[in-house]
């Protein structure tokens, strides 16, 4: 059997909610689907290490990164996963510049020139550099967000509805940087999303998620019908 | 207008100093402290709270008395600070802690305040870029609740320079060395025809005052325009 880049495996009861889900993902896009209220973003937190689960194992590229039994449970600063939330969260006092070193200077790697120039310029940022989070547009947001996640050089991209806060006509804009960053960085990705066209267009498998349990997986034809 | 003997520049300077001091010292642990209330839940929180803002509901004179049995030279933590060759009682040193006591409460009220306002989604995120929470809370928290920190330093700087009931409790007012602005104020009252010069030195009071309010409630503004990213 060929080993799973993405095996998780976990529990949590939130309030009145129990979340329990178990799936895998290989090194493409793997979807998260659900309707919202399924669960995906606490995934998203438990995978990311901002929330714990109760019971589980979490386990990325051969390193386990929360196992309730082996007590073992990453802090989120050291799991090296570039998330990006819906609401981008760029940091308002900082210029795109220093939002982009952000991760690179927290995880102490040297300065990439040609890692910085190929990341601005596969998600053409470069002209934004100097300018401050509250003077970009909600598209230029989410790819700066991007370029931030990318450049300290995850072992995987966690992306948390990273288009549910734009329109239509800006979706269709940012969806293009999407496929590229597939494409082009083959770093293993979840993708959460409840919309049926981004997950068609991006991912390789799907997990179809509802009141906090999966009910399906496979690949993107499980959205056909 | 402003001719005042020295004896009173010397008050001037002395309530400057002690304010200055008494903020400096306490603002490391009131950005601490204020932290810990805004971000953190243990047990005990609810009479920290409270032991903080103790000195703002109870009679300065009480503050002071308390201050006196703590930390005079036969008091508890006084006896032991002598012993490291630390004298509080009747020096400037000990209108300082004081004037700290005193204006502790609004200084880590508007920082608890202002870190409160830091989103701590942005908090999240960082630590998803790999820092840690003293890296989080350099990069992020403490750069964002700056204004906020600054505010509340002038402020519990304005505070500590109109301090008067703890301090002459505890360090009585001894010219030159903690007879502040208020105790000078208080002390040419007491004298017939003092009334002229006292008048001198509360203009002075509130001036500083006033100018002390001012900034803080510039940066105050600022706060907001930062966190909104403008």
């Given at each position: 059997m060929?080993?799973?880049?993405?095996?998780?495996d976990?529990?949590?009861?939130?309030?009145?909610?129990?979340l329990?889900?178990?799936?895998?993902?290989?090194?493409?896009?793997?979807?998260?689907?659900?309707?919202?209220?399924?669960?995906?973003t606490?995934?998203?937190?438990?995978?990311?290490?901002?929330?714990?689960?109760?019971?589980?194992?979490?386990?990325?590229?051969?390193?386990?990164?929360?196992?309730?039994n082996?007590?073992?449970?990453?802090?989120?600063?050291?799991?090296?996963i570039?998330?990006?939330?819906?609401d981008?969260?760029?940091?308002?006092?900082?210029?795109?510049?220093?939002?982009?070193?952000?991760?690179?200077?927290?995880?102490?790697?040297?300065?990439?020139?040609?890692?910085?120039?190929?990341?601005?310029?596969?998600?053409?940022?470069?002209a934004?550099?100097?300018?401050?989070?509250?003077?970009?547009s909600?598209?230029?947001?989410?790819?700066?967000?991007?370029?931030?996640?990318?450049?300290?050089?995850?072992?995987?991209?966690?992306?948390?509805?990273?288009?549910?806060?734009?329109?239509?006509?800006?979706?269709?804009?940012?969806?293009?940087?999407?496929?590229?960053l597939?494409?082009?960085?083959?770093?293993?990705?979840?993708y959460?999303?409840?919309?049926?066209?981004?997950v068609?267009?991006?991912?390789s498998?799907?997990?179809?998620?509802?009141?906090?349990?999966?009910v399906?997986?496979?690949?993107?034809?499980?959205?056909?019908? | 207008?402003?001719?005042?003997?020295?004896e009173?520049?010397?008050?001037v300077?002395?309530?400057?100093?002690?304010?200055?001091?008494?903020t400096?010292?306490?603002?490391?642990l009131?950005?601490?402290?204020?932290?810990?209330?805004?971000?953190?839940?243990?047990?005990g929180?609810?009479?920290?709270?409270?032991?903080?803002?103790?000195?703002?509901?109870?009679?300065?004179?009480?503050?002071?008395?308390?201050l006196?049995?703590?930390f005079g030279?036969?008091?508890?933590?006084?006896a032991?600070?002598?012993?490291v060759?630390?004298?509080?009682?009747?020096?400037?040193?000990?209108?300082?802690?004081?004037?700290?006591?005193?204006?502790?409460?609004?200084l880590?009220?508007?920082?608890?305040?202002?870190?409160?306002?830091?989103?701590?989604?942005?908090?999240?995120?960082?630590?998803?870029?790999?820092?840690?929470?003293?890296?989080?809370?350099?990069?992020?928290?403490?750069?964002?609740?700056l204004?906020?920190?600054?505010?509340?330093?002038v402020?519990?700087?304005?505070?500590?320079?109109?301090?008067?009931?703890?301090?002459?409790?505890?360090?009585?007012?001894?010219p030159?060395?903690?007879?502040?602005?208020?105790?000078?104020?208080y002390t040419l009252?007491?004298?017939?025809?003092?009334?002229?010069?006292?008048l001198k030195?509360?203009?002075?009071?509130?001036?500083?005052?006033?100018?002390?309010?001012?900034?803080?409630?510039?940066?105050?503004?600022?706060?907001?325009?930062?966190?909104?990213?403008?």
């Open positions: 060929v080993h799973d880049v993405i095996s998780v976990i529990d949590k009861q939130l309030g009145d909610f129990a329990s889900v178990t799936f895998q993902g290989d090194s493409g896009v793997t979807a998260l689907f659900g309707p919202s209220g399924s669960g995906k606490s995934i998203v937190g438990m995978i990311a290490g901002l929330t714990k689960p109760d019971r589980g194992r979490i386990i990325i590229d051969g390193e386990t990164l929360f196992d309730s082996g007590g073992i449970n990453l802090p989120a600063h050291r799991r090296r570039g998330t990006v939330f819906q981008g969260r760029l940091f308002p006092h900082m210029s795109v510049a220093r939002n982009l070193n952000y991760g690179r200077w927290m995880t102490g790697q040297p300065r990439d020139e040609a890692q910085f120039r190929h990341v601005t310029d596969l998600l053409d940022i470069a934004l550099v100097n300018r401050r989070p509250g003077a970009l909600g598209g230029e947001r989410q790819r700066v967000a991007l370029g931030r996640a990318l450049l300290m050089k995850p072992r995987l991209m966690l992306l948390d509805e990273p288009m549910a806060s734009l329109d239509a006509r800006r979706k269709s804009e940012i969806l293009p940087y999407f496929v590229r597939r494409d082009e960085t083959k770093l293993p990705m979840i959460v999303s409840h919309d049926p066209n981004e068609k267009a991006l991912a498998r799907v997990v179809l998620l509802d009141g906090g349990r999966v399906n997986s496979g690949g993107v034809e499980l959205l056909s019908h | 207008m402003l001719d005042l003997s020295p009173e520049w010397t008050a300077a002395l309530s400057l100093r002690v304010a200055a001091v008494a400096a010292f306490s603002l490391p009131g950005i601490a402290v204020a932290w810990l209330l805004a971000r953190k839940n243990f047990p929180k609810a009479l920290l709270n409270a032991v903080i803002y103790l000195p703002l509901v109870l009679p300065p004179v009480v503050t002071g008395y308390l006196l049995i703590a030279r036969r008091g508890i933590f006084g032991w600070l002598e012993s060759g630390i004298v509080l009682s009747f020096r400037w040193t000990g209108a300082v802690l004081a004037c700290a006591v005193m204006s502790f409460p609004l880590v009220g508007a920082i608890r305040l202002s870190i409160e306002a830091v989103d701590r989604k942005l908090e999240d995120a960082a630590s998803t870029l790999g820092a840690n929470r003293a890296w989080t809370f350099a990069t992020v928290t403490l750069p964002l609740a204004p906020g920190i600054i505010a509340g330093a402020l519990a700087f304005a505070r500590a320079l109109g301090e008067f009931g703890a301090t002459i409790t505890f360090v009585s007012n001894i030159g060395e903690t007879q502040t602005i208020s105790a000078a104020i009252t007491q004298v017939p025809g003092g009334d002229a010069q006292a030195l509360v203009v002075i009071a509130v001036a500083i005052s006033l100018l002390a309010l001012i900034v803080s409630e510039w940066f105050g503004r600022r706060a907001g325009a930062r966190v909104h990213g403008a």
